[in-house]
């Protein structure tokens, strides 16, 4: 009889994503405490096998791999915005005709006034300019805040406009409020002036998140993420109330659903200095190890849907967005001194920076403000999102061992703009390839709720450049594809590694059991975008615990 006793044995076909490179395939692992304690050949591994070890053996139609880390998104935010109207890709119509519904509901159960927030309107797809006239007409008297797709810009009625007192403000540092002619606001706001009606809304209260991060969890496990990094609330929160202290409470009390690595901003620095804040850092109490200190996350630009997103050179002549809001170039939000100032100060204090750059001129900024940073031992200095990289910087991130997190779900979403308002210069964006044979370290995330929190896709479009349905000769730069296992490798090692886990993100002995069992055929055949974008696990485990199984799954 063996000394230790395999609480679950795998047998079956099984990629560690483990060692230098590739996939790491084994023939069987053994799970006992919530980690791998053997992995190789079956009759080594079955050695393991005691009075109630519970033993799958896998159909050859079925793998093994590890669970996904989604390394940018917006937990909390996203998790309370699945029940508020989506209106990704609706026209002026649709728009107004998902205000009505919403208004219409809330009216019949008695709620004549309370606030309607929604998500995912952009500019190409309305077809026109919005103004707050559009929901005065579908929401009479009601306040309504629409976050853009990219949730750089937000749409506002007249009663959110007036809540607000908007009409007595001033354009604030970094942003603009959009008038008309006499000088009112005429309903939308760019980058810091969108989130001057926050104070005006009703804050969640800690049961309203509780209960739906507890729900948005279990539809991340059903995708096969079971661990996040959470840069921070959409919109401002000084007290930390849905953030680092919200989730550390979470964990203490055993009820945090995955793992979870959250970020403050930049206006909850002092506090979060103040309250023992630091990059890594676990909770006491925490018995299931699911709560880190994860980053101070900052801004370089805003975004390409609201061009904003700061380039090295003027967008191009006729872009199809029109006049960018902050000049011919963009919109930087913060200067170099201005970044590198507060991100020296956190990282003194032990807290490293994720400083958000999507335009070249932006990511060039970040990196010179990464390179002179000091080290901190928690995590790495990140660039998010690196949407559009100049060629002179795409070897520095390797060279200064900077993480580029990318989100490769908004090649989907943003190929066309790229192409409109980059022209050229759209051959270095999302350039996975380059930067993955550099060396680079390539966290992926989803974005959610800017995108959605399904992380296939995105797989889709780093493999293939192109997403379901998408005819084969319309792929996005195809020479910036990367080979599954690279993708796999982003989905699943890399965000760990950026946080220096080194016990996560894959299934060699010492490693956290968190992994998927998934149809084999994702390994064996030519990808194909429609095949990959829809792939499910058929059950998902986080240490070593099924928190997830799929109709089908029946060992």
Known sequence: ???????????????????????????????????????????????????????????????????????????????????????????????????????????????GDSWLLGHGWSFPALGAHPDA?????????????????????RWLSARAIQLAGLAAQSDPPSGRIERDDDGRPSGVMYEAAAGLVDASIPAATAADVDW??????????????????????????????GGPVFYRQMA????????????????????????????????????????????????????????TAALLAPYEPGDPGGVPPGGASGMPVRSFEQLADVAGRAAVAGIASEIHAIGDAAVRTVLDVIEGLPVVPGAMHRVEHAQLVDPADLGRFAALGIPASVQPSHLLSDASAMRGSWGRRAATAFPLATLAGTGALLPFGTDAPVEPADPWPGMAAAVCRRGPGWPKGDAFHP????????????????????????????????ARADLLVLPAAIFDETPDPDRLATTRPTATLLDGEVIYRGPDFDL
Not at 260 to 271: F, I, T
Not at 479 to 503: K, N, T, V, Y
């Open 479 to 510: 020479e910036q594809a990367i080979g599954l296992d690279r993708a796999l490798r982003g989905a699943c090692l890399d965000g760990p590694r950026s946080a220096h886990l080194e016990d996560q993100g894959h299934l060699d002995v010492g």
């Open 212 to 241: 739906a991060v507890g729900a948005y969890a279990r539809t991340l496990a059903e995708l096969g993420v079971t661990s996040v990094h959470d840069p921070g609330g959409l919109a401002p929160d000084p007290q930390l109330r």
């Open 1 to 111: 009889m063996p000394d230790l006793i395999a609480e679950r044995l795998i047998i079956g076909r099984i990629a560690t994503l483990g060692g230098a490179s590739g996939f790491g395939w084994v023939e069987a692992i053994a799970i006992a405490g919530g980690r791998i304690v053997a992995a190789g050949h079956a009759a080594e591994v079955e050695a393991l096998t005691g009075l109630g070890t519970t033993l799958w053996r896998l159909p050859t139609d079925l793998a093994v791999m590890p669970s996904f880390t989604d390394a940018h998104i917006h937990l909390a935010s996203a998790a309370l915005g699945a029940g508020q109207p989506d209106l990704t890709g609706l026209d002026r119509d649709g728009v107004v005709r998902a205000i009505t519904t919403a208004h219409d509901e809330r009216l019949a159960a008695g709620d």
């Open 252 to 307: 203490i009390a055993g009820r945090l659903p995955l793992r979870v690595m959250a970020s403050v901003r930049e206006e909850q620095l002092e506090r979060a200095i103040g309250m023992g804040f630091r990059s890594g850092r676990t909770v006491e109490g925490d018995e299931r190890g699911r709560y880190r200190d994860g980053w101070l996350k900052l801004f370089s630009d805003g975004a390409l849907g609201s061009r």
């Open 133 to 153: 006239g559009w929901l005065d007409e579908a929401a009479p008297g009601r306040p309504v805040a629409l976050w853009a797709h990219d949730h750089h810009s």
